[in-house]
């Protein structure tokens, strides 16, 4: 176990449909990263969060958002979904938002569209 | 553009043997670091090791040691005395320092067989 936990494990919906991902860090970390695996694919970086604010930007579609709360978790939405969006999402958290630190990854979450 | 490039897709060992996995990338900064991440069956994305560009010795993590060329912009990975529980995704990936994006390589996938 990581300590960063994402929820669901395994989500399938349909196209059109709007998904939610959630991502709780390891505890005392306050960075938090978002990246998409597609198939037998390297890792996309979509999005960074630091303490509640957005630190970076990455390849992230317009249709999907993020936002990272108050308590620190982080929610991943995405909507309009089509069949490419299919995916292997992953969260990472860090301490602090610098190379120096390192990213600990979370399980991922499985996303299907049918 | 920084980019990291895996030119192995795909890789085999047998158990006990060694086996080096290539990755070199491109940049413009002086100040970085690498990493090597695995990716075994199950998804979970787990540091192997991680490399400090301004440290000229190179990593070691048990069987797990980095040859490090920073004039060459060269980052391999040699696994010795390779067990089956090596059998994963291997990626290398490398972030400049004070900036917030990790940035992957395709990936070589490492089986190592009995």
């Known amino acids: 176990d990581s300590g960063v936990t994402q929820t669901p494990k395994h989500l399938i919906t349909a196209t059109g449909q709007r998904v939610t991902l959630r991502c709780s860090p390891r505890?005392?970390?306050?960075?938090v990263y978002w990246y998409q695996q597609s198939l037998d694919q390297g890792l996309q970086f979509l999005i960074q969060?630091?303490?509640?604010?957005?630190?970076a930007k990455g390849n992230i579609l317009e249709r999907f958002s993020a936002q990272q709360f108050p308590d620190l978790h982080s929610e991943l939405n995405l909507s309009s979904l089509e069949l490419g969006d299919s995916a292997l999402y992953f969260c990472?958290?860090?301490?602090?938002?610098?190379?120096?630190?390192?990213?600990?990854f979370g399980a991922g979450s499985r996303l299907t569209v049918l | 553009a920084q980019t990291v490039t895996q030119s192995q897709p795909e890789m085999s060992v047998q158990e006990a043997e060694t086996v080096t996995l290539s990755c070199t990338y491109d940049?413009?900064?002086?100040?970085?670091?690498l990493f090597w991440y695995k990716q075994p069956p199950s998804r979970q994305m787990i540091l192997v090791i991680r490399?400090?560009?301004?440290?000229?010795q190179n990593a070691t993590e048990n069987r797990f040691s980095v040859n490090f060329q920073k004039a060459a912009k060269s980052f391999s990975l040699k696994i010795s005395d390779s067990q089956l529980g090596d059998t994963a995704m291997y990626f290398c990936?490398?972030?400049?320092?004070?900036?917030?994006?990790?940035?992957f390589g395709t990936g070589t996938r490492l089986q190592v067989f009995p």
């Open positions: 990472a958290s860090s301490v602090e938002f610098s190379g120096a630190n390192v990213l600990t």
């Open positions: 969060y630091y303490n509640g604010e957005e630190r």
């Open positions: 990936a490398f972030i400049p320092v004070n900036t917030d994006k990790l940035i």
């Open positions: 505890s005392g970390d306050l960075s």
């Open positions: 490399q400090e560009a301004y440290k000229q």
């Open positions: 940049t413009s900064e002086n100040n970085y670091y």
